[in-house]
């Protein structure tokens, strides 16, 4: 938001002149002897910025900022300090963010016994057949990298139902009194979208659920109270504007959170600008197509206007939708999560009514169904007949995309919404997951900001850290945090510091 009104005063003040005026504009605030980065090519850097209300009026010179100021104008010393617009998460998930810092928080893990070690610690603190829920580990650098099981859960919590999400949030491990508690056993089939691990021997389910079979037993797990659920948002925001972030847009969720952030913003509680969407297809999205959207409620912070859809898992849990199987596991090319005949009259829908659809695809195979689809719904309903006639629908993402389909999203008018820190948290199993070819369409943002379409950039949090300044070295550097990158990581994807600004 600020970047967009950063850009229009310049250009407003590129092409006027300033003439006399019987009454001279006067600021409320003016920073003066800034650094201060504009992203705007005409005028990319500037000294002095002037803000009246909640509008800035003013980007230029120290003299020129001077111009606007009264005696009542509170003047800042920037002391040669650094200015960026205010930056924007293009993809979030608010209440993931502050129930990760409510309840276990898993991150950082560096081994099976650390990560057994600090779930015990919960675990023992727990009363007997309370459930243990908690997020963030990932197995990636644990020696072997291989996901945990339910026997080893098994060994630390042998009566406490315990389910445990990996930071992806695509795939738990749960330990047998919760599998027993949710009826899960050799028998159960897989439900749509979703698979239950099994052992290659016994048959045994071994504790792993991904994507929609996390459902068969997060629904045991007692429901968060309304003060907690309240608590996560709040806790969620805290963290955010601490870290820098002045907007977020929160990748899906329901109308009870659409609830909190009302009452919460109504309240004055939580001053954060949030882009808010809600599942689909299903009774979320049914209602948002029915009711319309809201805009810029609560002084210009609170939107709701885009559908969330998920059309396939995640690429670590191998249940992203690859158009050939997987490298290192033959038998599988992963599955899609969302039924056509369910998507296409939402999206038809979606078009009349002027509602942005945003949906998470991570494999090629995902990415494919999902611009068909998208294109299927733009030839159904032409321009004329659209509330909006250009959508800006968004796919979530577009991280495993065939290079067919790269100018695609161009030619349809689809923004890629990226995740840079996808990028260097992957590149340690994503060779081996796809093999050396497919990462040429892999996190590929270089090629798509070649072929003209703007990509937005996100941390996905709580799936990663949701830090900016870990994304932006993500998006330049192209190398995990120690400044490692694997063979066949395509550097020349990595963007210069001006197109991540
Ligand atoms: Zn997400």
Redesign the pocket.
């Known amino acids: 938001m600020k970047l967009i009104l950063l850009a229009a005063s310049l250009l407003l003040l590129t092409l006027f002149t300033p003439a006399p005026q019987p009454t001279q504009a006067v600021a409320d605030i003016v920073f003066k002897n800034g650094n201060i980065y504009t992203a705007n090519d005409r005028a990319p850097k500037a000294e002095a910025i002037a803000v009246k209300g909640d509008r800035i009026i003013f980007v230029g010179s120290n003299a020129g900022a001077q111009k606007l100021v009264i005696p009542k104008t509170r003047v800042v010393d920037l002391k040669g300090n650094t200015v960026l617009p205010g930056f924007t998460d293009s ?1 979030q ?1 608010l209440s993931g963010v502050g129930q990760r810092e409510m309840t276990l928080n898993l991150e950082g893990t560096t081994s099976l016994q650390d990560f057994l070690a600090k779930v015990k610690a919960r675990v023992d603190q727990a009363k007997a057949g309370e459930w243990v829920t908690g997020r963030g580990w990932i197995e990636t650098h644990w020696q072997p990298p291989v996901f945990p099981t339910r026997w080893d859960l098994d060994k630390i919590a042998p009566n406490n139902p315990v389910i445990l999400g990996r930071a992806d ?1 695509h795939g738990s491990v749960t330990n047998s009194a919760a599998l027993k508690l949710a009826g899960v056993d050799k028998d159960t089939p897989n439900p749509f979208g979703g698979e239950i691990s099994k052992d290659k021997q016994s048959g045994e389910p071994n504790g792993m659920l991904l994507d929609a079979a996390q459902g068969l037993v997060r629904r045991r797990v007692p429901p968060t109270s309304a003060e907690d659920a309240e608590r996560a948002v709040v806790l969620g925001v805290k963290r955010d504007i601490a870290l820098g972030w002045t907007q977020i847009q929160d ?2 969720g329901s109308y009870a959170d659409v609830n909190i952030f009302k009452k919460l913003y109504e309240a004055g509680t939580i001053k954060l600008r949030i882009y808010k969407a809600v599942y689909g297809p299903g009774p979320n999205a049914a209602r948002l197509l029915n009711e319309g959207p809201i805009i810029g409620a609560y002084e210009n912070r609170f939107n709701v206007r885009t559908i969330k859809v998920v059309s396939d898992g995640a690429l670590g849990s191998r249940g992203a939708a690859l158009l050939a199987p997987y490298s290192d596991a033959p038998d599988t090319s992963g599955f899609l999560t969302v039924k056509a005949e369910e998507l296409r009259p939402m999206l038809v829908d979606a078009l009349r009514k002027g509602i942005q659809v945003e949906t ?1 695809a991570i494999g090629d195979r995902a990415n494919r169904f999902i611009l068909d689809e998208y294109e299927a719904a733009f030839k159904a309903v032409p321009a004329a007949e659209r509330k909006i006639v250009e959508p800006r629908w968004r796919v ?1 993402h577009a991280q495993i995309v065939n290079p067919a389909d790269i100018p695609r999203f161009a030619q349809l008018g689809v923004i890629p919404s990226m995740q840079p820190s996808h990028a260097i948290g992957d590149l340690f199993f994503a060779p081996s997951r796809l093999g050396m070819e497919r990462l040429v369409g892999a996190y590929a943002w270089e090629s798509f900001i070649k072929s003209g379409v703007v990509v937005p950039g996100g941390s ?1 949090a709580p ?1 990663e850290r949701g830090e900016p300044m870990i994304e932006f070295y993500a998006a330049v550097a192209r190398k995990d945090q120690k400044g490692f990158s694997g063979e066949g990581w395509h550097p020349e994807e990595a963007v210069t510091r001006e197109q991540a600004l």
């Open positions: 993809h998930h949030g990748a899906g998470h979530e996905d799936v």
